[in-house]
């Protein structure tokens, strides 16, 4: 595998997708940050299957001593069904930005030392606004993957086929998700931080 991430592929599971979206609505205002958790699948070595995903936060999200409590608590959980922390989900506070902040990178960073391929999926807002416009299939988050120099990149326009929905209906879902504002009821690593009663498992999110 080495670190020639540009050959890999990312699949990401309906679930996993939409509770990251709607995490970032829930907050509009506001950064906030997730990770995903998954695994090399077992069939392909050249895919990464991202089956569920876990929102962070919503505040401070540069604060070191609680993102590795939260890792800690993320991977202790998951790994009694084989699976780990893969990759890392970042929307920018301001609407239009697309780049990649400082914040996301250190974190990625972080997270690549544990899992090399580690994505860093980066929310477009402009595309999931025009969710309820357009009939797309296509992710509303950018892919970017460390180069041959380490370096974080955008996977160019044609990172489309890098990035893959398992469920093509995805994007119908969460519009339905949207619209009847599910993302009231998400709960995130803050939230739970604040009281451990709020479940970061959000374990009925889509019932």
């Given at each position: 595998m080495g670190s020639n991430n540009g050959e890999l592929k990312y699949e990401i599971s309906?679930?996993?997708y939409i509770k990251l979206?709607?995490?970032?609505?829930?907050?509009?205002t506001a950064a906030v940050n997730g990770v995903l958790?998954?695994?090399i699948s077992p069939k392909d070595e050249g895919l990464v299957e991202i089956s569920d995903s876990v929102p962070l936060f919503h505040s401070n999200l540069a604060l070191l001593p609680p993102l590795e409590i939260s890792l800690i608590m993320i991977?202790?959980?998951y790994v009694a069904q084989g699976?780990?922390?893969?990759?890392?989900?970042?929307a920018n506070e301001r609407f239009d930005d697309v780049d990649?902040?400082?914040?996301?990178?250190?974190?990625?960073?972080?997270?690549?030392?544990?899992?090399?391929?580690?994505?860093?999926?980066?929310?477009?807002?402009?595309?999931?606004?025009?969710?309820s416009k357009v009939k797309d299939r296509s992710p509303v988050m950018q892919l970017c993957v460390k180069d041959a120099s380490k370096n974080w990149r955008v996977v160019g326009a044609d990172g489309g086929s890098k990035l893959l929905l398992k469920?093509?209906?995805?994007?119908?879902?969460?519009?339905?998700?949207?619209?009847?504002?599910?993302?009231?009821?998400i709960t995130d690593v803050d939230d739970h931080l604040d009281d451990i009663t709020k479940d970061w498992?959000?374990?009925?999110?889509?019932?």
């Amino acid at each position: 595998m080495g670190s020639n991430n540009g050959e890999l592929k990312y699949e990401i599971s309906q679930n996993a997708y939409i509770k990251l979206v709607l995490h970032s609505l829930r907050h509009k205002t506001a950064a906030v940050n997730g990770v995903l958790v998954g695994r090399i699948s077992p069939k392909d070595e050249g895919l990464v299957e991202i089956s569920d995903s876990v929102p962070l936060f919503h505040s401070n999200l540069a604060l070191l001593p609680p993102l590795e409590i939260s890792l800690i608590m993320i991977e202790e959980h998951y790994v009694a069904q084989g699976l780990s922390i893969v990759g890392y989900f970042h929307a920018n506070e301001r609407f239009d930005d697309v780049d990649l902040c400082g914040v996301a990178k250190n974190i990625g960073d972080h997270i690549s030392r544990y899992f090399p391929p580690a994505p860093i999926l980066l929310l477009n807002n402009k595309k999931l606004e025009a969710l309820s416009k357009v009939k797309d299939r296509s992710p509303v988050m950018q892919l970017c993957v460390k180069d041959a120099s380490k370096n974080w990149r955008v996977v160019g326009a044609d990172g489309g086929s890098k990035l893959l929905l398992k469920e093509p209906s995805a994007n119908v879902v969460l519009s339905d998700y949207i619209s009847s504002e599910k993302w009231k009821d998400i709960t995130d690593v803050d939230d739970h931080l604040d009281d451990i009663t709020k479940d970061w498992l959000n374990p009925g999110l889509f019932n």
